[in-house]
C-alpha cells in the first residue's frame, strides 16, 4: 500500500542585498510600476516585489488559462515566517481578491492548442489619446523606446432609434464626409466644431462665456445642437461615464469647461502622429506592455526586481508604531523608508495609513482613497463588426454604447474595443473585443454587458449612401445581413474592483525630468514604435 505523501516542503527564495531602501514596491500594476520608474530616476533606491511570476499584476495581459487562473485564484495565503523581533511588531500581511461575478465559458476545443497565442487584458479596453499626458510621460521618461502602438482606426457610436452603429463624426472634415446625415446638420455640427475652435485657438476667446463654462455641459450642448448630436458629442468624443441628462443617477456631472477641454484633447489627438491617423493608440501585445514597460526603465536606473516573492508582513517600530520595512516569505526583513503596495493587499488596521510615509508626516501623507466596481467582458470572434473588413484590413475600433441605448434603465456609457490580429495578440483571422462599463451592482453590470454583446452579434455599421432615403431601414443596413455580424466562441464576464490611493512621495524631486536629446526616439513626431 502506498505511503500517504508528506507535505510539500516551503518554497526557496532568494536572499535580497542590499536590505535598506528608500522605497518598496509590492506588485507590478501600471501606478506602481510608474512610480518605481520615477523614484528610481530620481536617483532613489527602490526594491520592487510581485507575488506573481509575470508582470503587470491587475492591468497584466494573459493568455486564456492565466487569465482564468489569476482571477479565479483565492486569496493567497504566503508561507509564514516563525522569526520573532524584538525590535518590531511584525503585521501579518493578507490579500483579498478584486474579482467576483466570475463566468467563463470553456474554451472551445478548436482553439484549444492556440490558447497560448491569445493575451487578453485584464483591466481593458484601455486606449490612450494621442495628445493625453501619459504619451507625453512615455516621451519624457523614455520608457517609449520599449513600446509600440497601433491607431484605434475609428469610433463608432451605437443610436437605439435606427438599432445600427455610425463612425462617429469628430470634426468638421468628418462631419461633411459623413453620408448619413442631412446637409442641414452638417452644417449645424460644423458650425459647432468651428465655435470650440475659435475659443480654444483664442481667436474668440468670448464666444463661450464664463457662465457657460461653469454650466453642465449637457445645457452647453442643448443651446448648439440636436438631441443626436448632443449625445456623440457627450459619450463617443467627451467619453461621459454617465447619464448627464439625468442628476438623479449622474456621478460625474461634467462642466462645460471641462467637455471643452475634452474636445480638445480628442481634436489635438488627431493628426498627431503621421502614421496614426485616429485620435487613439493601443499598445501593441496587449496593455500588459505598459507596466513592462516602465519596469524596465526603472531596472536601467537601478531597481531592483524581484517576482514570485510573496510579503507576508509589515514591519513597524514597537514605541512609536510607524512603518520600518516589510517581512519576506523567506523570513528576510527588509527596510525603508516608503511602501506602495498592490490594491489587493489589507494594511494591518495597527499600522495607521497617514504613517506609512516613515518620518514625514503632515499634509505630505494624507491618502485619497476611491473604490469603483467596473464589469467587464472579453469575447472572441472570427469575424468583425465591419462587415466588408478583410484580414488584411485595419479593424481596430472603439464602440459607444451612451446610456439609455440598450435599454431605459441603463444609466452608464458601455465601451467595447474590437482589436485584430495586428495588435499581435491572438492569432490572424480572430477579432477580440473587450467590454466595459461602471456599476454599483455586479448583476446589472454583467447584465448591461450581455444587452451589449447582443447586439455586437445582431447589428451592423451603418453606411448609407447619402442620396438614399434615410427612412428606409434596408438602406441605413447596407445590405449587411445578420450572418455577417460577430458570432462570440469564447466569453469571459467579471466584476473588477479599482481602488486608487493617491499620497506624495518625495516632494523634493522632479517627476520624471526630460532625457538627454540623445536618448529621444529617432522619430519623435512618429507613434511609438
Not at 501579518?92 to 487584458?121: H, K, M, V, W
Not at 494591518?348 to 510615509?357: F, Q
Not at 479593424?395 to 458601455?414: A, C, D, G, H, W
Amino acid at each position: 500500500m502506498a505511503s500517504e505523501s508528506s507535505p510539500s516542503p516551503p518554497p526557496e527564495f532568494p536572499p535580497v542585498d542590499p536590505t535598506n531602501f528608500d522605497l518598496i514596491v509590492i506588485g507590478t500594476g501600471l501606478p506602481q510600476s510608474i512610480i518605481a520608474a520615477a523614484a528610481s530616476t530620481a536617483g532613489k533606491s527602490v526594491l520592487h516585489l510581485d507575488p506573481n511570476p509575470f508582470y503587470g499584476s491587475h492591468f497584466s495581459s494573459l493568455s486564456p488559462p492565466n487569465l482564468s487562473s489569476f482571477i479565479l485564484s483565492p486569496p493567497s495565503r504566503p508561507f509564514l515566517s516563525s522569526t520573532i523581533s524584538e525590535e518590531f511588531d511584525v503585521l501579518s500581511l493578507t490579500s483579498r481578491s478584486l474579482y467576483s461575478g466570475i463566468e467563463i465559458s470553456p474554451l472551445p476545443n478548436e482553439l484549444e492548442a492556440l490558447a497560448q497565442r491569445f493575451c487578453f487584458d485584464v483591466s481593458g479596453p484601455r486606449v490612450l489619446f494621442c495628445a493625453d499626458s501619459a504619451i507625453d510621460l512615455l516621451l519624457k521618461s523614455g520608457v517609449s523606446h520599449y513600446m509600440e502602438f497601433k491607431s484605434v482606426d475609428a469610433v463608432l457610436f451605437y443610436d437605439a432609434e435606427s438599432s445600427t452603429f455610425s463612425n462617429v463624426p469628430d470634426d468638421r472634415n468628418a462631419v461633411f464626409a459623413v453620408g448619413n446625415l442631412k446637409l442641414t446638420e452638417k452644417t449645424k455640427l460644423g458650425l459647432f466644431f468651428k465655435l470650440v475652435r475659435d475659443y480654444l485657438s483664442g481667436q474668440a476667446a468670448d464666444v463661450i462665456s464664463d457662465e457657460d463654462l461653469e454650466s453642465p455641459f449637457v445645457d452647453f450642448l442643448d443651446k448648439k445642437l440636436p438631441p443626436k448630436f448632443k449625445r456623440i458629442i457627450l459619450y463617443a468624443i467627451a467619453l461621459a461615464e454617465y447619464d448627464q441628462e439625468n442628476l438623479e443617477v449622474c456621478k460625474d456631472l461634467l462642466k462645460t469647461k471641462d467637455g471643452i477641454g475634452r474636445l480638445a484633447l480628442y481634436h489635438s489627438s488627431k493628426g498627431r502622429f503621421p502614421n496614426a491617423p485616429g485620435a487613439m493608440l493601443y499598445p501593441m501585445y496587449g496593455q500588459g506592455e505598459l507596466p513592462q514597460a516602465f519596469c524596465r526603465r526603472a531596472a536601467v536606473k537601478g531597481c531592483i526586481y524581484v517576482l514570485r516573492m510573496p510579503v507576508t508582513a509589515l514591519l513597524a517600530d514597537k514605541g512609536s508604531g510607524k512603518y520600518k520595512g516589510v517581512r519576506l516569505a523567506s523570513g528576510q526583513d527588509i527596510f525603508s523608508q516608503q511602501l506602495l503596495i498592490d490594491p489587493n493587499f489589507e494594511v494591518p488596521e495597527a499600522l495607521a495609513l497617514s504613517r506609512l510615509g516613515g518620518e514625514q508626516g503632515g499634509s505630505q501623507n494624507s491618502i485619497i482613497r476611491d473604490v469603483k466596481k467596473v464589469a467587464r467582458g472579453i469575447c472572441i470572434a472570427r469575424t468583425s463588426l465591419k462587415a466588408d473588413a478583410s484580414q488584411s484590413d485595419a479593424s481596430n475600433l472603439l464602440i459607444v454604447f451612451p446610456p439609455r441605448s440598450l435599454y431605459p434603465e441603463q444609466v452608464t456609457t458601455v465601451r467595447a474595443l474590437q482589436l485584430c490580429s495586428n495588435s499581435a495578440v491572438w492569432p490572424v483571422g480572430m477579432f477580440v473585443f473587450h467590454l466595459s462599463t461602471l456599476c454599483d451592482d455586479a448583476s446589472k453590470g454583467k447584465n448591461l454587458l450581455t444587452a451589449a454583446m447582443n447586439v455586437l452579434c445582431t447589428q451592423s455599421i451603418s453606411e448609407t449612401d447619402p442620396s438614399e432615403d434615410p427612412k428606409d431601414n434596408s438602406a441605413t443596413q447596407s445590405g449587411v445581413t445578420e450572418e455577417q455580424n460577430p458570432a462570440f466562441i469564447w466569453t469571459a464576464l467579471f466584476i473588477q474592483e479599482i481602488t486608487e490611493m493617491y499620497r506624495q512621495m518625495f516632494p523634493g524631486d522632479e517627476f520624471f525630468p526630460e532625457i538627454a536629446s540623445t536618448d529621444e526616439p529617432d522619430a519623435a513626431e512618429d507613434v511609438p514604435e
